[in-house]
């Protein structure tokens, strides 16, 4: 099959498929998922435990390997990448925090040292790299704390350097997986401010999984993903009228094919199972039971 991007997108995936292999045993962690981000876009994904989030972004950041179906990230085809260009592509392309902060800093360099650690690594100068950690973890609120090593930090604090490490090489994608995840609530909405300047800031297209229902309000859109596809999508809309209060809307997403997820409590309420009947309505689509009457 031909891989075909769709140019007026950033992430673009169809059809997506991860099977993980674990001795016999097949784990089928994404299922067909189809999914379009534009650049500069903030996207949150929500969804139930196992459903595959923690799996699309380690897929979208060049840790995992899709099996089948299209994945782009820009110009690049994440089907096919070699293992050399996916070093280089996390190394310049990606931001990525992890839901712990543990993993996200060496325990015995300080804060500067961290943030200064990516760009080392891009042969960066000495004072490039001094003045870009400083701007870094001034924008995270840790000005005042360069020479502070992990330990010495609060977790909040810790994920903010985590934050400054992720942006060190001005990536123009940051994944970010659960980042409030274990944060009071204040700190969550401080970082979430963070993730606000820095999108405004240099345009960062931001992809990031969260629990967190004050996070979620304040995301303009909300992806679901149901076992290992992407279901219902709420697009927060808001008012510009003065006085008048900002709109959510839910959708249920159609995949390629034209499949759509009804969701439980219609099928419950409507005692839906494996068939309905289905008509077009002036400018609707109307979906009945099978045992409806038709006159
Ligand atoms: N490295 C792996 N090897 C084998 N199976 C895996 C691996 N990573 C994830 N899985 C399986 O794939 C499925 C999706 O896992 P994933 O971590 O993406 O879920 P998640 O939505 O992030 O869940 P959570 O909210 O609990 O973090 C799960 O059934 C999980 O057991
Ligand atoms: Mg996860």
């Known amino acids: 099959m031909q891989a075909l991007r769709d140019e007026r997108y950033y992430i673009y995936s169809r059809g997506l498929f991860k099977i993980y292999k674990v001795a016999d045993l097949e784990v089928v962690a994404l299922r067909g998922l189809d999914l379009e981000i534009e650049q500069g876009e903030i996207v949150a994904i929500v969804g139930a435990s196992g459903s595959g989030k923690t799996t699309l972004l380690n ?73 870009r950690s400083t701007e870094l973890l001034e924008l995270v609120g840790l000005g005042d704390r360069l020479k502070h090593r992990p330990e010495m930090l609060s977790g909040g604090e810790q994920q903010r350097v985590a934050i400054a490490v992720s942006l060190a090489n001005k990536p123009p994608l940051l994944l970010a997986d659960e980042p409030t995840g274990e944060l009071d609530t204040q700190t969550a909405s401080d970082i979430l401010e963070v993730f606000k300047d820095v999108n405004q800031e240099y345009g960062t297209t931001i992809v990031m999984v969260t629990h ?73 689509v109307v979906v009945w039971p099978e045992d409806h009457s038709y006159e």
């Open 59 to 131: 897929t979208l950041a060049g840790y995992d390997t899709p099996s089948a179906g299209q994945a782009w990230v820009g110009q690049r085809n994440l089907l096919e990448m070699k293992a050399r260009d996916a070093v280089h592509y996390r190394r310049e392309e990606v931001g990525f925090i992890w839901q712990q902060p543990s993993r996200n800093l060496l325990p015995y360099l300080n804060a500067q040292e961290n943030v200064e650690l990516p760009l080392l690594l891009l042969n960066r100068s000495r004072s490039e790299r001094q003045s």
């Open 212 to 284: 967190d229902l004050d996070v979620i309000r304040e995301i303009p859109r909300v992806v679901t993903i149901k076992d290992g596809k992407t279901s219902l999508e709420l697009v927060h809309i808001p008012s510009f009228r003065k006085g008048e209060d900002d709109v959510s809307r839910e959708f249920v997403l159609v995949d390629g094919s034209g499949r759509l997820q009804i969701p439980q409590e219609y099928l419950n309420q409507l005692n839906i199972r494996q068939r309905v009947y289905v008509e077009f309505q002036d400018n609707k």
